[in-house]
């Protein structure tokens, strides 16, 4: 199905690495078919290893898939590279560079001037809760407060797309539901589109207006559910039978797959 509205769509997407010194081919996505559309929030779960970030490094135009299409406006761009703005697995916060510096790193890898860079990113960084941190080094940031500089930095980058890859993964649980409730009202006030991977299907429903589930690798797509909860979401909605009832659906494919991976390691009682 090809929509020239999808604001991005991907289709057959398959990766393989070759074989390496020591090490197997390793086919880590088997025909990934995803949308996404303008402004929607769409989060995507799947067991470890089934390649999550394979398929945002494709996306990012870090790596080359083997076969399939990526497509941004229903068109096939030259170059997928500094499309999309995108935040890895890992912070990556540069440990020597302040965290202003780090949050303008990606506008002036862009060729934006040092000081123009500097304004931009405080005019914002009051809503990222970072005022007053600009001058500190990021070993002497909190956990939710160095993810915040990296979102920050990935948001200063401009692009209507942003790619989050488990942003929230190690911070600990009232952090996490803290700034899960921070980065929707970000989402809403910027009309961005957000495609976010996460483990945690409580924090994909949250958020989402879409969740898919990936299978065990070689990874594709292997259920779609559409999260018909009202905006703004609440604390207290996670309660509700209906989001019960989507955590039930979509854990249930996940926790099958990871019973039959322990089964296969041969785990018994
Ligand atoms: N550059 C690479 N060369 C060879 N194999 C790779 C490379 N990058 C990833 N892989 C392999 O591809 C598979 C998928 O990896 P990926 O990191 O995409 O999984 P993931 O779903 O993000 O996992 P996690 O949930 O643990 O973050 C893994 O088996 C990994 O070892
Ligand atoms: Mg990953």
Redesign the pocket.
């Known amino acids: 199905m090809t929509g020239s509205h999808a604001k991005l769509e991907v289709e057959g997407l398959v990766k393989a ?1 070759p074989a ?1 010194a020591g ?1 197997e081919r ?1 086919v ?1 996505l088997e025909g990934v078919d995803l949308r996404l559309a303008a402004g929607e929030f769409v989060s995507i779960v ?10 945002f ?1 494709i996306l990012a135009g870090l ?1 080359r898939p083997s076969s399939g299409e990526v497509l941004l406006g229903g068109r096939r761009p030259q170059e997928l590279l500094g499309k999309v703005g995108y935040m890895p ?1 890992k912070d990556l916060l540069m440990p020597w560079r302040s965290v202003l510096d780090n949050v303008t790193l990606g506008l002036e890898m862009n060729g934006v001037k040092r000081r123009e860079a500097r304004r931009r990113a405080k005019e914002r960084i009051a809503r990222f809760g970072l005022a007053g941190f600009e001058r500190r080094w990021p070993t002497n940031l909190s956990g939710g407060m160095r993810q915040r500089a990296a979102l920050l930095r990935t948001f200063l980058a401009g692009r209507e797309i942003m790619l989050l ?2 942003p929230f993964g190690a911070l600990d649980a009232l952090t996490r539901q803290a700034m899960q409730e921070w980065l929707l009202e970000i989402w809403q006030a910027d009309r961005k589109t957000i495609l976010f ?1 996460t ?1 945690d299907v409580e924090e994909a429903v949250y958020l989402s207006d879409r969740v898919y589930v ?1 299978s065990g ?1 070689p ?1 594709r797509m292997q259920l779609c559910v559409d999260v018909p909860l009202p905006r703004p979401r609440t604390f207290a909605m996670i309660a509700s039978p209906e989001f019960v009832e989507l955590k039930a659906r979509l854990l249930r494919p996940l926790h099958e797959a990871a019973t039959r991976q322990l089964e296969a390691q041969g785990a018994h009682v």
């Open positions: 690495f390496a090490r390793v880590a799947g067991p470890s290893g089934c390649g999550k970030s394979t398929l490094n790596v697995q890859d488990e991977i483990h990936m690798r990874g």
